[in-house]
């Protein structure tokens, strides 16, 4: 496997609202937003020529988290298959699915099923998790989710390229069982990465088609790019194309005549596009964005603006 995305332009998707609804980045409108709302900014992304949509993936939030973090996370698979059936483009992204929540055939199935009902659009965003209570439900060990995630990675990389699978792990074994539907994607559908820590990082170069990073600003981002490619070269991946993120500031494209936060990036599409291409420059192939906005046809409209002001000044 390699980068998916076409190279020579710094591509652009989004998290998108409403399916969680964080403290730290949810707009008040979005408490009461429903369904046909979420369908309406999945399709503005599809016709924007968006990179891919992606969805979060937390079962239940802790009382002791719910102050910040709420408890509005919709179901990852659930959610992306729907939206599957409403674009046609857009690909479909787990941001990021917590593998060691279930049994990675499980998770194989999934993915395999999205990818075939979303004709080859699914892209697998794998990351350790962060909520310790969320682990304890589960009876899992939290201290041991690291190695309970590379183990996923390892199996449900077998288990997406081949139909009948044989694995002997310590958490997993599987005996010559086979599973169809096959992905669309070949050899399977591609592997993202998320985290930033040194320990992320190397899984990201061990095991990943891409990064999606998290706890990356611009003063470490570049850093962290360079200690991603060094590892890989220690892995014997350097000749290997990667699909490198990174996860920019607010945006509002124009100038708001409301208070939209001092860490968002505002102004003409030209100021914006400028602003962004540092991304690129330090070895990202696309950036995750956000928009600040007030109502969903204010995010619309930003979606708009963006797509057709600001992503043709992109080129790298």
Known sequence: MAAILPPGVLH???????????????????????????AAIAQACDRGGFAYIAVCDHTAIPRSHAPMMGTEWWDTMTTLGWLAGLTENVRLVS????????????TAKAFATLDVISKGR?????????VEAEFEMYGLDFKDRGPALNESLE????????????????????????????PVQTP?????????????????????????????????????????RRLREEYGRADEAMDIGAITEMLYVG????????HTLS??????????????????????????????????????????????????
């Open 255 to 262: 100038k708001p005549d409301w208070e939209v936060g001092e």
């Open 12 to 38: 652009y998707g989004m998290q998108l609202p409403i399916q969680s609804q964080s403290k730290l980045y949810a707009e008040a409108w979005e408490e009461t937003a429903g369904p046909d709302d979420l």
């Open 155 to 182: 199996l449900l990389d077998l288990a997406l390229r081949e139909e009948f699978v044989t694995y002997e792990g310590k958490r997993f074994q599987v005996k010559d069982m086979g599973a169809r539907p096959r």
């Open 188 to 228: 399977r559908p591609p592997i993202w990465i998320g985290g930033s820590a040194g320990a992320a990082l190397k899984r990201v170069a061990k095991y990943a088609d891409g990064w999606l990073p998290q706890g990356s600003p611009r003063a470490t981002f570049p850093d962290q790019v360079a200690e991603l």
């Open 122 to 130: 699914a892209i697998v965003g794998a990351g350790a998790g962060h």
């Open 267 to 316: 102004g003409s599409p030209e100021q914006l596009a400028e602003s962004l291409r540092w991304y690129g420059e330090q070895g990202a192939n696309q950036i995750q964005i956000r928009f600040r906005n007030r109502t969903l046809q204010e995010l619309l409209d930003q979606i708009e603006a963006f797509s057709t002001q600001v992503a043709p000044l992109l080129g790298k």
């Open 95 to 106: 941001h990021v699915a917590v593998l060691a929540y279930r049994h990675p055939m499980a």
